[in-house]
């Protein structure tokens, strides 16, 4: 070791020193970790379509990740959850439906509800019977033609239906029905008359007929006990 400026009469000295750093916090940092960040949005709902009939409600459901919103097709939010109940619709109408999960949102998948029409209400007419009499009702119409009482008692289907033998005037209901869809209920009246037998009738007098000659317009009469 040669020290610059030292002469042979110069003393040397060797100094060790055994160095230890202390840090404080804040001053140095660790190793680097790696973080691993998955981008995605969730998958798409589960739905399916439903067909109801005019002015019903439709009942939908789905299943995916997260909160599943309900919206029409203006983008208008309508609800949220796994069911929804649409308004009662008139005509078919499609709704879209959205998971959405941690901010992120799902493709929207469409679900259609198919609106059937109601059937035409059937044509029927009343009738007029004696007492303990069946009356034969008849009536047309879409599909299958259901008969009622007036509390809703389905008595029978068909074109024809023949009452049980009435005593009184009552008042039967007919409906068409066709896929799956009703019609509005007519109402049909069996108007019950006592009926007076010719072997009721107790003839005291001779029956008269005027005036004789007739020129096709005549008046019968008799006497009654």
């Given amino acids: 070791l040669s020290i610059i400026g030292a002469t042979s009469s110069s003393s040397y000295y060797y100094y060790f020193y055994d160095w230890e750093v202390e840090t404080e916090n804040g001053t140095c940092t660790s190793d680097l970790v790696s973080v691993e960040i998955t981008l995605g949005n969730p998958d798409e709902p589960e739905v399916n379509g439903t067909t109801i009939c ?4 439709a009942q939908l459901s789905a299943t995916g990740q997260g909160t599943l919103n309900w919206f029409d097709d203006s983008g208008t939010l309508l609800g949220s959850g796994s069911n929804f109940s649409t308004p009662a619709l008139t005509t078919s109408t499609t709704f879209f439906v959205q998971a959405s999960d941690n901010g992120c949102n799902s493709n ?12 035409d209400e059937p044509e029927v007419s009343g ?13 047309t119409g879409q599909g299958t ?7 809703g008692t389905l008595l029978g ?3 024809n239906f023949s009452t049980p033998a ?3 005037s009552t008042t039967f209901f007919v409906q068409a ?4 869809c009703n019609s509005n209920s007519v109402a049909v009246e069996v108007i019950v008359e006592s009926c007076a037998d010719l072997s009721e009738l107790n003839i005291e007098n001779t029956i ?9 317009i005549f008046v019968v009469s008799y006497g009654l006990s």
């Fill in 208 to 216: 008269g007929i005027t005036p004789n000659p007739s020129n096709g």
């Fill in 54 to 57: 005019t002015n019903e409600v």
């Fill in 166 to 168: 009435l005593t009184t």
């Fill in 157 to 159: 289907s068909g074109s």
């Fill in 145 to 151: 033609l259901n008969w009622f009482d007036d509390s």
């Fill in 177 to 180: 029905s066709d896929n799956g």
């Fill in 127 to 139: 009738t007029t019977i004696c007492t303990n009499e069946v009356a034969q009702l008849s009536a």
């Fill in 108 to 119: 929207s998948v469409a679900v259609e509800v198919i609106v059937e029409s109601n059937p």
